[in-house]
């Protein structure tokens, strides 16, 4: 997994060439003019802003829609398989409409910074990424990643686990883990014989590679934590993340427990408020990415969260591990990160500059070696 972040360094900007005026205009004209600029692309910004906003609020109506009516599609694979075929023709899809500058929190990178130019992909063990969501997201979260993998060669897919992203499956009904990681896990026992993939965990998705791991040990090349709960065994991600939960008030008053078997039993599912998911989840993220949050994030089951793990060495011990670091992360803060790290003792860890708690969301940023 170093092959995936440790040397993603940005180029130097170039300096666009600068033309000399032979007439400058006076000092007061020229205020006035960069002053009706700045307004003008104030204005631009704000309709860019209101034009996403009204996007994701018809989507989110639309999608409501059909569920009351009862026409929301099912869909019969919960894995969207995402990577090159070698045999067809290169898609240029449109560029964007948009007239928003690109901002500075949302920065581009190039397909040659994904992966370090020495390193040939035929000589790695495996190219095949299987990314796993976290809590309330879906395979939707990874779509920069997505992209960013596929421009540099590598295969990918994102996983949907069960009530997630476009999987149809009521949420409320999911009462174990292997319920809920039954896509990932199918996913893995149909590979070819002698595949093996680099799983990538976020969040929640920790605890449920870390369940694949056991089952699936010789089908994983790597294993990579990304701002996720990595259990112990006999652990659930419960009693992994909650080991400073007393301190994450924040953290508290998103959470929403439904109850969907009535109130005088257990939770089934825990909402977030979406009022509170860019300063939980997202404060260092892109407004569009908000936005998509915002009308795509599921309620996140329960039971799962509760039960307990359990991972022997032979199995689980057998994958190389990697720990990715957040330390802006306000959902689970990188003292808790450090904590569960120091208790697990992956091959690497690496850390994400700047970042807050959805890494995927982000283009990839530099990542600096930590010990």
């Not at 994701?56 to 599609?73: D, E, M, S, V």
């Not at 407004?287 to 795509?296: C, E, G, T």
Request: net charge positive.
């Amino acid at each position: 997994m170093g092959n995936l972040c440790a040397l993603l360094s940005k180029e130097p900007a170039k300096k666009k060439p600068t033309r000399r005026l032979s007439h400058a205009p006076s000092h007061s004209n020229f205020s006035k003019r960069w002053a009706g600029m700045r307004s003008s692309r104030k204005e631009k910004l704000e309709l860019d802003d209101a034009l996403i906003h009204e996007q994701a609020l018809a989507a989110a109506i639309l999608f409501k829609q059909h569920q009351q009516n009862g026409t929301l599609p099912s869909f019969d694979r919960s894995a969207s398989l995402r990577y090159p075929n070698a045999g067809s023709k290169k898609v240029t899809l449109p560029r964007s409409s948009s007239s928003r500058a690109r901002s500075l929190t949302d920065p581009l990178l190039q397909p040659h910074q994904l992966a370090h130019q020495e390193i040939k992909l035929d000589d790695l063990e495996t190219n095949h990424f299987v990314l796993v969501h976290g809590g309330g997201f879906g395979a939707w979260c990874w779509y920069k990643t997505i992209a960013l993998l596929e421009e540099g060669g590598f295969k990918v897919t994102a996983i949907d686990l069960t009530g997630s992203g476009v999987h149809s499956y009521d949420t409320n009904k999911i009462t174990c883990l292997s319920q809920y990681v039954k896509p990932l896990t199918d996913f893995l026992e149909n590979l070819a014989e002698g595949e093996k993939v680099i799983l990538v965990g976020h969040d929640i998705g920790g605890s449920c590679i870390s369940y694949a791991m056991e089952l699936f040990p010789l089908k994983i090349s790597k294993a990579v934590f990304l701002a996720a709960a990595i259990p112990t065994s006999g652990q659930s991600t419960f009693d992994a993340i909650s080991q400073q939960a007393g301190s994450n008030d924040l953290m508290r008053q998103a959470q929403i427990f439904l109850y969907a078997n009535g109130s005088d039993h257990p939770p089934t599912s825990i909402d977030l408020d979406k009022s509170l998911l860019k300063d939980l989840l997202f404060h260092r993220s892109p407004a569009k990415d908000v936005a998509l949050a915002s009308v795509s994030m599921r309620p996140i089951p329960f039971a799962p969260v509760l039960e307990k793990l359990s991972l022997s060495d032979p199995k689980y011990g057998s994958v190389r591990r990697f720990y990715i670091e957040t330390p802006d992360d306000n959902a689970i803060p990188i003292t808790l990160q450090k904590s569960m790290i120091n208790a697990n003792s992956p091959e690497k860890v690496l850390r994400l500059k700047g970042s807050d708690h959805a890494p995927s969301s982000q283009s990839l940023k530099p990542c600096t070696t930590y010990w």
